[in-house]
């Protein structure tokens, strides 16, 4: 088992910056990919972002790219996301996905609100 606990969300204005933590605990050796999704207000959950956790390698949307960052604490087990330059299209609940060869595991996750 594997448990997930998001924090760092909260309301910012456009061109703002926020970073995303994302606490990993359990089995945390079987996970090879952490991700980023998003849940805009009214819409389906989308992919932001990725890393493989064995040499953290990083993917991006391209509606994020060049403007957010994720990176991992291994020793920490927690995984990050910078966002800077943020907009009102950013705002959603941002979740933490792990995932390895047998199962995967999300958090509840955190709300982020970008003003206008």
């Known amino acids: 088992q594997v448990q997930l606990e998001e924090s760092g969300g909260g309301l910012v204005q456009t061109g703002g910056s926020l970073r995303l933590s994302c606490s990993v605990t359990g089995r945390t050796s079987s996970m090879d990919y952490m991700y980023w999704y998003r849940q805009p207000p009214g819409k389906g959950r989308e992919y932001v972002a990725e890393i493989r956790r064995s040499d953290g390698h990083a993917y991006y949307s391209d509606s994020v790219l060049g403007r957010f960052t994720i990176s991992e604490d291994i020793p920490a087990n927690t995984v990050y996301q910078q966002m800077n330059n943020l907009i009102p299209d950013d705002s959603g609940v941002y979740y933490c996905?792990?995932?390895?060869?047998?199962?995967?595991?999300w958090g509840q996750g955190t709300q982020v609100t970008v003003s206008s």
């Open positions: 996905h792990a995932a390895g060869i047998r199962a995967h595991y």
